[in-house]
T-cell receptor, first 114, second 114 residues
Framework: AQSVAQPEDQVNVAEGNPLTVKCTYS??????LFWYVQYPNRGLQFLLK??????LVKGSYGFEAEFNKSQTSFHLKKPSALVSDSALYFC????????????FGAGTRLFVKA | EADIYQTPRYLVIGTGKKITLECSQT?????MYWYQQDPGMELHLIHY???????EKGDLSSESTVSRIRTEHFPLTLESARPSHTSQYLC?????????????FGPGTRLTVT
């Protein structure tokens, strides 16, 4: 079955420290992978995507993600967290399920403490 | 911010009322989506459209209906609102022709049925 998993409901990190939000996927064929961020009372905003090419993808607000085919992972990273990064983060994969659809993970809440 | 709009942003309405949630986008995207999301929780796809006069039900069963008479407009209607419909509704669009794939989200409508 096509799926995406975010194993952590919540990630806590101190401001200035590096952060990682984990995502693993299970799809047949080549995966198209995405990260979105949701701030309170807002819709989701696209952060970055992996379609093909370099395994390290850079996106908005200093975020990056590394595609690892052997581990079927697409973890979101940032070298130095900001309090303003506190939000809900969704990983997503575009997969074929009787038609191409985007499957979203359950979300990971990131708390960055000052 | 993407050019996708939802109105109203907040709606409190009594049981049994008919409501229509509006969604419009000015990007010319052919694909549009409706998601239901309890605050801070995962997204559930309830409807999608791949173009004018095309509508499909999503993964989560919903009593709502949608229409797509114009490319830019994708309203969602509840004929008789119930407290179980209380949730946040997110509209999104994507450009299927350019193979960009990421979705652009509106700010959401938070619906409360009393």
């Amino acid at each position: 079955a096509q799926s995406v998993a975010q194993p952590e409901d919540q990630v806590n990190v101190a401001e200035g420290n590096p952060l990682t939000v984990k995502c693993t996927y299970s799809v047949s064929g080549n995966p198209y992978l995405f990260w979105y961020v949701q701030y309170p009372n807002r819709g989701l905003q696209f952060l970055l995507k992996y379609i093909t090419g370099d395994n390290l993808v850079k996106g908005s607000y200093g975020f990056e993600a590394e595609f690892n085919k052997s581990q079927t992972s697409f973890h979101l990273k940032k070298p130095s967290a900001l309090v303003s990064d506190s939000a809900l983060y969704f990983c997503a994969v575009r997969a074929y399920t009787g038609g191409f659809k985007t499957i979203f993970g359950a979300g990971t809440r990131l708390f960055v403490k000052a | 911010e993407a050019d996708i709009y939802q109105t109203p942003r907040y709606l409190v309405i009594g049981t049994g009322k008919k409501i229509t949630l509006e969604c419009s986008q000015t990007m010319g995207h052919d694909k549009m989506y409706w998601y239901q999301q309890d605050p801070g929780m995962e997204l559930h796809l309830i409807h999608y459209s791949y173009g004018v006069n095309s509508t499909e039900k999503g993964d989560l069963s919903s009593e709502s209906t949608v229409s797509r008479i114009r490319t830019e407009h994708f309203p969602l209607t509840l004929e008789s609102a119930r407290p179980s419909h209380t949730s946040q509704y997110l509209c999104a669009s994507s450009d299927g022709t350019s193979q960009i794939y990421e979705q652009y989200f509106g700010p959401g409508t938070r619906l409360t049925v009393t």
